[in-house]
């Protein structure tokens, strides 16, 4: 396909991002439908979307997989992925945020700042993506724009900049929104929102104006000090000069404009893409992606060698797809490049544009774009890069999975196909893997909750013939130790070649919670080289996968090696790791191990009257209540539960609050789990 490709300070690369069901795929089909993508807007509960294409989403009204789309705004080039909302399928917005400059989060006005919303908001925090927010929803009963702008003030810890406030007519309809920098209102008459029409700005909103343009110049302020100097002098800074300060303070994360509208009844849509084009990032606002190997960095330009991620795989009935962003240089049909991390070098075969399910094919992806590579046999978070510039981009690193479930094949012919399509799912969706259960030999998939796993064996069934028969969910138990304990170990052996011979002194004790692995090299005098020690470490970490009290990996742990000693004959990598296994193993069994289980945060939405009643189930699950708080009439609950206890909630508080009640579960930490129930929940 010969296609112009816009100059790289007019692309935009964003995600749209929200708690579950705030909008974002009926948002997304209206920013397709008013850039002229697509001719009718579809509907999430038809199940018709351009995005939601998968029949799996279709089918469950909710988005699974992020969907990329382009589109053009004011001769500017839109890259947007539509990411998921729920919290199971939290490696599609993770690497979608990985490589996009800017996101859009989107809120549900009656709602305001939910728990997922937190959690997507701290992702784009970790990889700096400036943000803008969209209110949406705002033409339903019981919404409110001051408390989501205070939601994100007090529980997301951003600036919110008000740029457009919701205007409604007598009846309560939202008919408009004010336009904060252009002092105007801006009104939607027809129903499809095709039409945007400038108008003034209605009387009873005039106080409304003057308190958000107050708010807006301040930020401007703090960010320009030539107009700050304008405003010091009793002058009015044109909407150009606001503009451009208000872009500064949006690339650089101090300060987030917040729009307003309702997508579904096409209103608002419009003032957001000009907000996107004036106030998100293009790929040279962008700090250079830098090697993380090397203290070097390649610049967003195209006439740098290529340096490109691949960031997510799919597959199909035509083989493998690879999402990849370009950061600098080109990447060409016919091209040799080289996967770095894999050090395999091949010729680049097909690429393509994507418009969600649709391909189209194109000669080349350059600096700032993103696309697709057909046919090459990636991993994800696989760098792309011009032989002989080689450069190792951070790569993605998946959650671990808080959930097991058995799977075993209905019939011989599902066994034979089983390991092919498991082996397709877990490179698609890194937040999948494939175990074993030492004790049973059972194949064990293992995810981050009951929804991806129901999904999962869905999609065995559904893209790839498989049918499974599944046993209970089981929970991702993890092993810590209790206290510090010494342990000295050699490991000797002869068996009529080349000998073995290692001997270690370590130390092993508890890290702080989330440390992972501390691993010390206390040696004094070189008793054993540094090549050993790292060997030492490998043992370590191996014994640690392998876990304790049941198979249950070892997590948080401080090791240290304190002495040894080698042998000029028989000592090797490979005696030193054994050691250090076997060395780690019979320490940390004296260590005082602790069972640790995962805690969930848990929201749950019910009407006043029911709320001892959900409380009081609350306590039966182990559950301890943070606090209970108002939304409209309804009455919220946040509380911990560990997950062992949330099976079956759904139908638990259906039954409690006779179908008024809905929750939220999303990953919270890792506790001692209590005696009492660690014999119910592991029988150990």
Known sequence: ????????????????????????????????????????AGDVHEGNTTTDCDPIEQTKGITIMAAAVTCDWRSHCIHLIDTPGHVDFTIEVERSLRVLDGAVCVLDAVAGVEPQT??????????????????????????????????????????????TWPIWDDGGRLIGVVDVIEEKAWFWDDEDGMVCRAGPVPAQLFDNLRTLRELLVEACADEDSALLEVVVHGGEPSPAALRAALRQATIHGRAVPVLCGSAYHNRGVQPLLDAVVDYLPSPI????????????????????????LGFKVSFDAYGQMT????????????????????????????????????????DRLEAGEIGALLGAPLTTGETLAAPGHVIVLESIVAPEPMMRLAVEPKTKGDRERLALALSRMVAADPSLRLESDRDTGQSLLAGMGQLHLDIAVERLAREHGVDVITGRPLVAFRTTLGRTVQRELRH?????????????????????????????DRIRGGSIPRGYV??????????????????????????????????????????????????????AEEAAPIVLEPIMLLEVTCPEDEVGAVIGDLGRRRAQVLGLDARGVDRIIRAEVPLAESFGYAGALSALTHGRGRFVLEPGRYEPIPVEARVRAIGA
């Open 1 to 40: 396909m010969t296609r112009l490709v816009p100059s790289i300070d007019r692309i935009r690369n964003l995600g749209i991002i929200a708690h579950v069901d705030a909008g974002k795929t009926t948002l997304t089909e209206r920013i397709l439908l008013y850039t002229g993508r697509i001719h009718t």
């Open 118 to 163: 937190e959690t997507v908001w701290r992702q784009a925090d970790r990889h700096q993506v400036p943000r803008l927010c969209f209110v949406n929803k705002l033409d339903r009963p019981g919404a409110d724009m001051e408390r989501c702008l205070r939601g994100l003030r007090e529980r997301l810890g951003a600036r919110p900049i008000a740029i």
């Open 285 to 308: 606002d962008r700090a250079p992606v830098r090697d993380v190997e090397h203290d070097r960095a390649r610049p967003p330009d195209r006439t740098a060698p290529l340096a490109a």
């Open 323 to 362: 999402f990849v962003r370009v950061y600098s240089g080109v990447l060409e049909r016919g091209a040799q490049v080289t996967a770095v991390r894999s050090g395999r070098t091949f010729r680049v075969g097909r690429l393509v544009q994507l418009q969600a399910n649709q391909r189209h094919d194109v």
């Open 492 to 520: 000797v052996k002869q068996s009529g070649g080349p000998g073995q011979y290692a001997h270690v002194v370590i130390e092993v004790g508890p890290a702080s919670r989330g440390a992972g692995l501390i691993f010390e």
């Open 534 to 587: 790292a060997a030492v470490a490998a043992g370590v970490r191996e014994a640690m996968s392998d876990g304790l009290c049941g198979g249950h990996p070892v997590v948080d742990v401080r090791v240290a090696v304190l002495d040894g000693s080698t042998h000029p004959n028989d000592s090797s990598e490979l005696a030193f790791k054994i050691a250090g296994a076997r060395a780690f193993r019979l320490a």
